[in-house]
Structure formats: structure tokens, C-alpha cells
């Protein structure tokens, strides 16, 4: 019902900034909740950042990335500031659309690498 495209990721240098975009194409986009999550092989799958009238961001982002959301066009962004090479990993949209309680639909990801 839902479906979600990531894009923006790439290879960038530690300190440097990169934004992450996502499109959807929920109807009711602007009733979402929306996330960012990243993961990498072996490790459990970490939100980063949430928005619904307000904003979460992990401990590990804080300061550094601002997620926001564009209504009109169903796209939400994560501008990631500061990067460090911690921050390497696959980047994935999520859309919360108050069926299942939690993120129910995903994007197929996107992969950010930071270098030393």
C-alpha cells in the first residue's frame, strides 16, 4: 500500500554532510509517522531519527542530524552533519501508517560510508 524510496547515500570523507532523501507514496503521507533506521551486517536494526509533530533522535545523532519531512512532495530527508566513520552503515525509510502500532513499511535502503 505504501511504498518507499531512499536515496542520497554514498561515500564521504569524516566531518563532511551528506542528506538522505526518501519519497513515498502513501495517500496519507502527511498522517505518517516516519523514520530513519540504519543497519549493519550482525548488528540489530538501530533507529536514528522520527518524526511525527515532533522529533526523536538516537543519543548517537544528536546535534549532528536533523530529520525533517516535506508533506507535498511525501518526502521525508535526514541531513546528516559531523559524519564520522561510525556512522557507515545501510540507511532505511520507514512509514508508521497506525495499522500495526510500530513501522510497517519499508525502503530498500541506502548505503552511507564515511572515511577516516
Known amino acids: 500500500q505504501v511504498q518507499l524510496v531512499e536515496s542520497g547515500g554514498g561515500l564521504v570523507q569524516a566531518g563532511d554532510s551528506l542528506r538522505l532523501s526518501c519519497a513515498a507514496s502513501?495517500?496519507?503521507?502527511?498522517?505518517?509517522?516516519m523514520g530513519w533506521f540504519r543497519q549493519a551486517p550482525g548488528k540489530e536494526r538501530e533507529l536514528v531519527a522520527a518524526?511525527?509533530?515532533?522529533?526523536y533522535y538516537a543519543d548517537s545523532v544528536k546535534g549532528r542530524f536533523t530529520i525533517s519531512r516535506d508533506n507535498a512532495k511525501k518526502t521525508v530527508y535526514l541531513q546528516m552533519n559531523s559524519l564520522k566513520p561510525e556512522d557507515t552503515d545501510v540507511y532505511y525509510c520507514?512509514?508508521?501508517?497506525?495499522?500495526?502500532?510500530?513501522?510497517?513499511?519499508w525502503g530498500q535502503g541506502t548505503q552511507v560510508t564515511v572515511s577516516s
Open positions: 520507514a512509514a508508521d501508517t497506525g495499522t500495526s502500532g510500530d513501522f510497517d513499511y
Open positions: 502513501g495517500r496519507t503521507f502527511s498522517r505518517y509517522r
Open positions: 518524526i511525527t509533530c515532533s522529533t
